[in-house]
């Protein structure tokens, strides 16, 4: 008597499961990046609904009667010294620094993306040549830098995310470089290669989209760091020129006052601060997520 050997058919639901499906298992078990995701989309939600859950414009001088006013139930982060509300300067401030961080950071990513591509792929010169260019820019600081260009173009919205899509493509095109490396002599790229398809094919069809893990935790990580450029020239007044309410101006704003009306610094560096880490520790478990092999260097 003979036997056939048993075969198991896997079941359609383990069938359908995804690269997709396992990095989320990975990220949904990270509490700290579900919670930093969390925070990260009540406030995305509080900037674009600001009008609707504010009490009154960011310039309006409403209150002056009740100027410098600690926190109340009808207000309540309290009043500036200019009878503006102070909640509604904050929520209003979100606005100015998401905005810069998203726009910088996709501004990063079209930078990075092509470089870090060239270097990864073609190696030798053009990789010579694109690593000096990153040292070039690690070397320098980048505040320093911003203060310079600042000064110079006397801030605005365009300057800073122009100053932090400078510094911030580095890091996306170091990410997207050794990604590239790695894959450049997998066999569908020697399959490529050996049916005549063109470098730039490759790079654009193959290589690329395979790359997109690092491509997205490089564009979440160069968030935080427009957001703190941003913050810190608004802090030393060539940001965003007023009366537009951003968290490093009104840090600026509050610190005449910080011994006693302690409200005018606290709630902006509060906000600011609770923001970058959300948006770091969000970063972070992406990267864990979507390529393991990171976790824990």
Known sequence: MTTEPMTVTPTPAYR??????FAWQRFSGNKAAITAGVILAI???MAIFAPLITPAPPEAQLFLTEALAFPSAEHWFGVDSLGR????RIVYGARVSLTIGFTAALFSVVIGIPLGALAGY??????????RIIELFSVVPPLL??????ALTRGGYFTIVLIAAL???VQVCLLVRAQIKAFREKEFVRAAQALGASPWYIIRRHLIPNSISP?????VLAIPLAMMLEASLSFLGIGVPPPTPTWGQMINEGIDFMFFYWHLALFPTAALAITVLATTLFGDGLRDALDPTLKGR
């Open 122 to 131: 073609f190696g030798g010169k053009t990789d010579w040549f694109i690593m």
């Open 85 to 88: 509300d102070f909640y509604t």
């Open 167 to 169: 510094f911030g493509w």
């Open 145 to 150: 830098a911003a203060m310079l260009l600042g």
């Open 16 to 21: 359908q499961r995804s690269p997709l499906w």
């Open 43 to 45: 406030l995305i939600l």
């Open 215 to 219: 491509i997205i935790v490089g564009f």
